[in-house]
């Protein structure tokens, strides 16, 4: 009664959908660091959602951008996560896929405001993580299974990061959706445990890989939260059939954006600096299609991390992009670069549906209540 069909998922548009969403951008832009910066290339308008900037001495500026917020370098770790996180760890709750990614080029901040542990700028996936689990106490209805999975891409392989011997994981696909076959999918029942897990995957993110010479900057961190959701069937009497709603949240710390060059000082063969930007390549590729009503292809399959965000990307996401930016001089053409990236994911219209499928498992319990109970009442 449970294995085919317990993984036949229905995808159901919820009532309530609002018919147009768009993917949601949000630009931090980080304090100066403390020598080798000139600032002054960004000015944040009053309204908070307008960025301006401007080359070194000019007094016109050179492009001038809206974004649905753009936090400035006063912005604390808690208004980043109450603006771009917290409504998509909400719909997640509710059987709804979920992305963050943090765009922008090394040292802009990506990994900062991701993953940080430090007591007074906690991130936004240790966030995430403890909203979870203080909604799932709370909740009184429901009973939750969380896993959780931490992958690194790397030159278009897939390296499990909590087991690092899985070095050459392979994307698939089913009714669920795509996701990486073989990763290690670790139940996680509270903050702490899901802690242990990044640090465990981020130590070997910086040891065991670094022979492959995957150092952080050049490869994609995800961490992957599914949350399972199904109605408890303790005290549930009624016929009804009760359903599981699998919602899937993806965190992403992408590659620095900066243009690899194959230089002497980054020791690069030129084979090794496409492949290594391949996936980013493809991810700006993928964006310009989706922002695009009249593209007809979207070229997913073309890198493992578009593969991989194909949900995120395809439309069947809340999806919020976090671009990294610093406000110095020396990085104003990166800067550009990735504030033309956000405008254009602007564009990216999406249509989420709540992940929804009989609970077999639980209709199963029912029904053997009930044949319990009609037994009982036949033998009086
Ligand atoms: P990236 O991951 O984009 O390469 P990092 O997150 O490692 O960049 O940030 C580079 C440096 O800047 C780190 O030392 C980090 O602590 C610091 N930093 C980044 N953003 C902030 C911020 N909003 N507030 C304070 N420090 C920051
Ligand atoms: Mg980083």
């Known amino acids: 009664l449970s294995t085919a069909a317990d993984t036949a998922a229905t995808r159901r548009p919820a009532s309530g959908d609002r018919p147009e969403e768009r993917v949601k951008v949000f630009v931090r832009v980080r304090p100066p660091k403390a020598e080798g910066e000139t600032q002054g290339a960004l000015r944040i308008k009053p309204d908070g959602r307008g960025v301006v900037v401007y080359?070194?001495?000019?007094?016109?500026?050179?492009?001038?951008?809206?974004?649905?917020?753009?936090?400035?370098?006063?912005?604390?770790?808690?208004?980043?996560?109450?603006?771009?996180?917290k409504p998509?760890?909400?719909?997640?709750?509710?059987?709804?896929?979920?992305?963050?990614?943090?765009?922008?080029?090394?040292?802009?901040?990506?990994?900062?405001?991701?993953?940080?542990?430090?007591?007074d700028a906690i991130g936004m996936i240790p966030r995430a993580a403890a909203?979870?689990?203080?909604?799932?106490?709370?909740?009184?209805?429901?009973?939750?299974?969380?896993?959780?999975?931490?992958?690194?891409?790397?030159?278009?392989?897939?390296?499990?990061?909590?087991?690092?011997?899985?070095?050459?994981?392979?994307?698939?696909?089913?009714?669920?959706?795509?996701?990486?076959?073989?990763?290690?999918?670790?139940?996680?029942?509270n903050i702490t445990q899901c802690l242990h897990l990044l640090h465990l995957g981020d130590r070997n993110r910086t040891t065991a890989f670094t022979a492959l010479n995957a150092h952080s900057s050049r490869s994609h961190a995800v961490v992957m939260l599914t949350v399972i959701k199904r109605r408890s069937v303790a005290g549930n009497g009624d016929a009804e059939i009760q359903r599981v709603k699998v919602g899937k949240l993806f965190l992403v710390d992408l590659a620095g954006s900066e243009?690899?060059?194959?230089?002497?000082?980054?020791?690069?063969?030129?084979?090794?600096?496409?492949?290594?930007?391949?996936?980013?390549?493809?991810?700006g590729m993928c964006i310009n299609a989706r922002a695009d009503p009249n593209a007809t292809h979207v070229p997913f399959r073309d890198s493992?991390?578009?593969?991989?965000?194909?949900?995120?990307?395809?439309?069947?996401?809340?999806?919020?992009?976090?671009?990294?930016?610093?406000?110095?001089?020396?990085?104003?053409?990166?800067?550009?670069?990735?504030?033309?990236?956000?405008?254009?994911?602007?564009?990216?219209?999406?249509?989420?549906v709540v992940n929804e499928r009989v609970d077999y498992r639980t209709l199963h319990a029912e029904m053997v209540a009930a044949l319990e109970t009609k037994?009982?009442?036949?033998?009086?």
């Open 304 to 352: 493992k991390l578009t593969r991989l965000l194909q949900d995120s990307l395809g439309g069947n996401a809340k999806t919020s992009l976090l671009v990294a930016a610093c406000d110095a001089h020396e990085h104003v053409e990166e800067t550009l670069q990735s504030l033309s990236f956000g405008q254009r994911a602007m564009c990216v219209r999406i249509q989420a």
């Open 55 to 85: 080359r070194e001495h000019a007094t016109i500026p050179s492009s001038d951008f809206e974004f649905d917020r753009v936090l400035g370098p006063s912005a604390s770790q808690s208004d980043v996560y109450h603006a771009a996180v």
């Open 88 to 119: 998509i760890v909400e719909d997640v709750l509710n059987g709804y896929n979920g992305t963050l990614m943090a765009y922008g080029q090394t040292g802009a901040g990506k990994t900062y405001s991701l993953s940080s542990i430090a007591a």
């Open 131 to 189: 909203e979870i689990f203080s909604h799932i106490e709370q909740d009184k209805v429901h009973e939750y299974t969380v896993y959780m999975s931490y992958v690194q891409l790397y030159m278009e392989l897939i390296q499990d990061l909590l087991r690092p011997e899985s070095e050459n994981l392979q994307i698939r696909e089913n009714e669920g959706g795509v996701f990486v076959g073989g990763v290690h999918q670790q139940e996680v029942s």
């Open 375 to 380: 037994d009982r009442k036949s033998s009086l």
């Open 259 to 283: 243009r690899l060059k194959k230089s002497k000082s980054t020791g690069l063969r030129a084979s090794e600096a496409k492949s290594i930007n391949l996936s980013l390549t493809t991810l």
